[in-house]
T-cell receptor, first 112, second 113 residues
Framework: GESVGLHLPTLSVQEGDNSIINCAYS??????FIWYKQESGKGPQFIID?????DKRQGQRVTVLLNKTVKHLSLQIAATQPGDSAVYFC???????????FGKGTLLTVNP | DTGVSQDPRHKITKRGQNVTFRCDPI?????LYWYRQTLGQGPEFLTY????????KSRLLSDRFSAERPKGSFSTLEIQRTEQGDSAMYLC???????????FGPGTRLTVT
């Protein structure tokens, strides 16, 4: 069936560096792609989303890029901080129900 | 804090017992979703409500699972005759209708012994 997956299960960066987390998706019918951050023992936290008719969207210290040609989604975090350490999930949604389909997640570790 | 609360945060139960979880969404949100998350995996959709109507249930939701949202505000998820395979984090999320922004609660971690 259709699914959303991630290229890398773990990513380790130095504090202050930029981080890039990647995701591949397979459902061409998805309307939105979303990035969530999940810290240990907490529920996923909405970071940013991008509509399928867009290529790029920027938020505070984060940028999401969507490449529909190769069905690829990425999350860029500028000046990564220790508080950014968490598991990051990409998710996709579409249709009338807006239920989310999540990938497996990437663990981001920020070293001081 | 997203504004979505869940109770209890942790539940340990013996196999065969019934358990019930509660979710209080953001007050103005019409939609309420339930997901289940196992260790190392992303959340999986279980069911969702629009106001008090349950509009979709995943095939993951066996007959032992039932969810309600009687007044279109809080929701409950009940699992009857729990099995060890039910051990997971149960997450609730809410959103406005036709919005991609779902806000999750902290989850209820269920352990079935």
């Amino acid at each position: 069936g259709e699914s959303v997956g991630l290229h890398l299960p773990t990513l380790s960066v130095q504090e202050g560096d930029n981080s890039i987390i990647n995701c591949a998706y397979s459902n061409s019918a998805s309307d939105y792609f979303i990035w969530y951050k999940q810290e240990s023992g907490k529920g996923p936290q909405f970071i940013i989303d991008i509509r399928s008719n867009m290529d790029k969207r920027q938020g505070q210290r984060v940028t999401v890029l969507l490449n529909k040609t190769v069905k690829h989604l990425s999350l860029q975090i500028a000046a990564t901080q220790p508080g950014d350490s968490a598991v990051y999930f990409c998710a996709e949604t579409g249709g009338s129900n807006y239920k989310l389909t999540f990938g497996k997640g990437t663990l981001l570790t920020v070293n001081p | 804090d997203t504004g979505v609360s869940q109770d209890p945060r942790h539940k340990i139960t013996k196999r065969g017992q019934n358990v019930t979880f509660r979710c209080d969404p953001i007050s103005e949100h019409n939609r309420l979703y339930w997901y289940r998350q196992t260790l190392g995996q992303g959340p999986e959709f279980l069911t969702y409500f629009q106001n008090e109507a349950q509009l979709e249930k995943s095939r993951l939701l066996s007959d032992r699972f039932s969810a309600e949202r009687p007044k279109g505000s809080f929701s409950t998820l009940e699992i009857q005759r729990t099995e060890q395979g039910d051990s997971a984090m149960y997450l609730c999320a809410s959103s406005l209708v036709a919005s991609s922004e779902q806000y999750f609660g902290p989850g209820t971690r269920l352990t079935v012994t």
